[in-house]
């Protein structure tokens, strides 16, 4: 591509302050889907959100695992920073008394699996948004 | 196991209400597929119509390769 074209594509991208971009991810982070909702992708915010939140609410259901920081292990550490990206399902299961499940639940080791999947289809979702605000996809 | 209850009193009734969910390998698998193929469909199409044959793709994907494995692995004695 000449490099005159490419000034040109370059030029027409939308320029995009910083500060809508932070709270537009922290919003997607906190809510599933939030991103896309604001940028006016309602239906597809929607969708994510019931999706992602079904996955975190079967996961308790399930009883599954919160990780902690404070643990030995290097996978479940990373287990936490990975439950943690859902959001704030996360305070809110605290706040309704869920402590973090059974492990000996017979159906715990398949709730924690949904928690952490939730977590990182919620990262998926807000990588999806800052894409979507920087003009890189529809 | 951490032993705390809910951080404030109005949670206290709905904690009583939690219930637990025991459901077999097959069902976690379909519903894992299930919503980690909507999720995937969505983000990764523009079209409503791409979306869900992608999703719908994935989702068979998920269980075919699943089912696939588990035969494969059915002979294995450990």
């Known amino acids: 591509m000449p490099k005159k074209a490419v000034e040109e594509v370059v030029a ?17 982070w906190l809510i599933p889907g939030c991103g896309h909702f604001l940028q006016g992708r309602r239906w597809r915010g929607l969708i994510l959100f019931a999706s992602i939140i ?17 643990s030995p292990s290097l996978l479940r550490r990373l ?33 924690t699996a949904f928690l952490v999947a939730a977590g990182m289809l919620n990262t998926l979702t807000i990588l999806d948004a800052y894409d979507i605000a920087m003009g890189r996809r529809n | 196991m951490k032993e705390r209850g809910p951080i404030y009193p109005v949670a206290q009734s709905l904690d009583q209400s939690i219930s637990t969910m025991v459901i077999s390998h097959f069902t976690a698998m379909l519903l894992f597929a299930f919503f980690v193929s909507v999720v995937f469909g969505i983000l990764s199409k523009d079209t409503p119509r791409d979306q869900l044959i992608y999703g719908a793709k994935t989702f068979g994907a998920f269980i075919g390769i699943a089912l696939l494995l588990g035969w494969i692995m059915y002979p294995v004695p450990w």
């Open chain 1, 54 to 70: 079904s996955m975190f609410i079967l996961g308790v259901l399930m009883q599954g695992e919160f990780f902690t920081l404070q």
């Open chain 1, 79 to 111: 287990g936490f920073l990975g439950e943690w990206a859902v959001g704030v399902a996360m305070p809110t299961a605290y706040f309704f008394g869920y402590t973090g499940g059974n492990p000996y639940f017979v159906s715990s080791d398949y709730g």
């Open chain 1, 12 to 28: 027409e991208k939308p320029k995009v302050q910083t500060g809508y971009l932070v709270r537009l991810l922290v919003a997607a």
